[in-house]
Antibody, heavy 116, light 107 residues
Framework: QVQPQQWGAGLLKPSETLSLTCAVY????????WSWIRQPPGKGLEWIGE???????NYNPSLKSRVTISVDTSKSQFSLKLNSLTAADTAVYYC??????????WGQGTLVTVSS | DIQMTQSPSSLSASVGDRVTITCRAS??????LGWYQQKPGKAPKRLIY???SLQSGVPSRFSGSGSGTEFTLTISSLQPEDFATYYC?????????FGPGTKLEIK
């Protein structure tokens, strides 16, 4: 099973922008659905958004005004940006790859802490 | 948006027990549902896709059933490594949505 690799800053201040990147090395980027999911400490999973192999992007309406998902097919990478951060955005952020049946291959997770 | 609920929210059981977790969708989602297991500090792992198809490599004691609005995950004989939190995820409609989770603890 392939594990996507993800990276990005882990400690940010309120009002700053979160930026995370995810990649799967040695495999095709096309043909899959690529998702971002987060989990606040001690809480459940929240779907943030997804880009599919056709380049169509869908966001969670609760975050849509602050989130951007993009893809760089030349590097087989996709990224998440979330702006205007508050403490409520503190969470482990996961990238995940899947097909029509939902995400299957998950990244290792990145703890993002928003604190002044 | 589709709301997912799970019951119970927590469950105490013993090794060897048969356990069933239920997930309900606020509207019909055909069989567009997956079940995930998460252990502390780890990423979720998919056990079941398309409501009843066993993910490759997952032990056969795990099974899923259901269609439409009601789904179940059954563990036929609990093993020590099965104590974890379980989530359902609907991928029928955007936004995708997870159930709130069921924490399975050792009795």
């Amino acid at each position: 099973q392939v594990q996507p690799q993800q990276w990005g800053a882990g400690l940010l201040k309120p009002s700053e922008t979160l930026s995370l990147t995810c990649a799967v090395y040695g495999e095709s980027f096309s043909g899959y659905y690529w998702s971002w999911i987060r989990q606040p400490p001690g809480k459940g999973l929240e779907w943030i958004g997804e880009i599919n192999y056709r380049g169509r992007i869908n966001y969670n309406p609760s975050l849509k005004s602050r989130v951007t998902i993009s893809v760089d097919t030349s590097k087989s990478q996709f990224s998440l940006k979330l702006n205007s951060l508050t403490a409520a955005d503190t969470a482990v952020y996961y990238c995940a790859r899947g097909m029509i049946w939902g995400p299957n291959d998950w990244g290792q997770g990145t703890l993002v802490t928003v604190s002044s | 948006d589709i709301q997912m609920t799970q019951s119970p929210s927590s469950l105490s059981a013993s090794v060897g027990d048969r356990v069933t977790i239920t997930c309900r969708a606020s509207q019909g989602i055909r069989n567009d549902l997956g079940w995930y297991q998460q252990k502390p500090g780890k990423a979720p792992k998919r056990l079941i896709y398309a409501a009843s198809s066993l993910q490759s490599g997952v032990p056969s004691r795990f099974s899923g059933s259901g269609s439409g609005t009601e789904f179940t995950l059954t563990i036929s004989s609990l093993q020590p490594e099965d104590f974890a939190t379980y989530y359902c995820l609907q991928h029928n409609t955007y936004p995708r949505s997870f159930g709130p989770g069921t924490k399975l603890e050792i009795k």
